[in-house]
């Protein structure tokens, strides 16, 4: 349902998307995971049709999005971080606008947004105006907008930025829905518990570049059964380098992500198990441990040691 092929964007010097390539198939949700900036919205921004590509190809339901815009666009769904909305007029207004732009008309108009005013919980809200909502129920109309005409392929950009707890597990079954009624769903997130739980695949996306793809369980497995142990302190530079390569007799996979003069990220397998060992190397060589975190294996801990930094950084 959407192809996108060596994709890239550029603004002068500046390259926001750097040959982006991956497939979403109808029925599921394709993640684009990473830090602001790191090129999710550029891509989304390139697939809708707002900016042209520098390079690269992108087909949606089959219909090149530069060659044949008109038709890939009607496929399209989508759901901008910023609101998409007119304050002035009533919720059922905003969802009539945009099911009358995607060619709905009379009882099929009717009838569809009544269904959609249901679905995002806003049917007792319909003749509110949306300046008179929470940040929550604005999202949600946001939602609806998007998919009012029922797309084949939905994009979703950091859906659930500033919204509280519950609307964000609403938003969450929105998405479901989508995806369990047969729509591509291709959605960008800095969040990875949202990735986690959504996304059938994945692609985490930095500076650009795709660094990793797969499912979720594909992307942990890179891991293996590593940890990520995070040290803050005092850690003497070359010392405590020396003292940490010198454990690797003991601890195979030892390896360091980042180290700071008051920070030291580490990863390694069974790392509660070599705790007193490399707090002792660590004593030896002069340095001095004050404060210890520990994540099991996810996807922040596989985006540290591919990147060496964290995710919302």
């Known amino acids: 349902m959407l192809v996108v092929e060596q994709l890239v964007k550029e603004y002068g010097d500046l390259t926001a998307v750097d040959d982006v390539s991956f497939e979403a198939r109808a029925g599921t949700v394709f993640g684009l995971l990473g830090p602001n900036?790191?090129?999710?919205s550029t891509t989304i921004n390139c697939i809708s049709g707002l900016l042209t590509p520098t390079a690269g190809r992108i087909a949606v339901?089959?219909?090149?999005?530069?060659?044949?815009?008109?038709?890939?666009?009607?496929?399209?769904?989508?759901?901008?971080?910023e609101l998409a909305l007119y304050e002035d007029l009533p919720a059922v207004d905003n969802l009539r606008y945009w099911g009358k732009?995607?060619?709905?008309?009379?009882?099929?108009?009717?009838?569809r947004v009544a269904t959609v005013l249901e679905l995002i919980g806003l049917a007792d809200r319909a003749k509110d105006l949306p300046k008179e909502f929470s940040g929550g129920m604005k999202r949600r109309l946001?939602?609806?907008?998007?998919?009012?005409?029922?797309?084949?392929?939905?994009?979703?950009?950091?859906p659930t930025v500033g919204v509280d707890?519950?609307?964000?597990?609403?938003?969450?079954?929105?998405?479901?829905?989508?995806?369990?009624?047969?729509?591509?769903?291709?959605?960008?997130?800095?969040?990875?518990?949202?990735?986690?739980?959504?996304?059938?695949?994945?692609?985490?996306?930095?500076?650009?570049?795709?660094?990793?793809?797969?499912?979720?369980?594909?992307?942990?497995a890179q891991l293996g059964a590593r940890d990520a142990l995070q040290l803050n302190g005092q850690f003497p530079d070359s010392a405590t380098s020396e003292a940490i390569e010198g454990l690797r007799e003991d601890i195979a996979d030892l390896e360091i992500l980042s180290q700071a003069e008051d920070s030291l990220l580490l990863?390694?397998?069974?790392?509660?198990?070599?705790?007193p060992k490399i707090f002792a190397a660590i004593s030896g060589a002069g340095g001095n441990v004050t404060e210890t975190s520990l994540r099991s294996p996810n996807l922040e801990t596989l985006f540290l040691l591919l990147t060496g930094k964290e995710l919302r950084e």
């Open 61 to 81: 339901s089959g219909h090149d999005v530069i060659k044949d815009g008109t038709a890939a666009r009607r496929s399209l769904g989508i759901v901008p971080q």
């Open 37 to 40: 900036g790191a090129g999710k």
């Open 142 to 158: 946001n939602f609806g907008c998007g998919v009012v005409h029922q797309p084949k392929v939905l994009l979703l950009d950091e």
């Open 267 to 275: 990863t390694l397998s069974a790392a509660s198990h070599h705790l």
């Open 101 to 111: 732009a995607y060619g709905l008309r009379g009882t099929a108009l009717e009838d």
């Open 165 to 220: 707890p519950q609307s964000r597990a609403k938003l969450f079954d929105l998405v479901e829905t989508e995806r369990n009624s047969g729509a591509c769903v291709l959605y960008t997130t800095h969040y990875m518990e949202e990735a986690e739980r959504l996304c059938d695949s994945l692609a985490i996306i930095d500076h650009g570049k795709i660094i990793a793809q797969g499912t979720v369980a594909e992307l942990k």
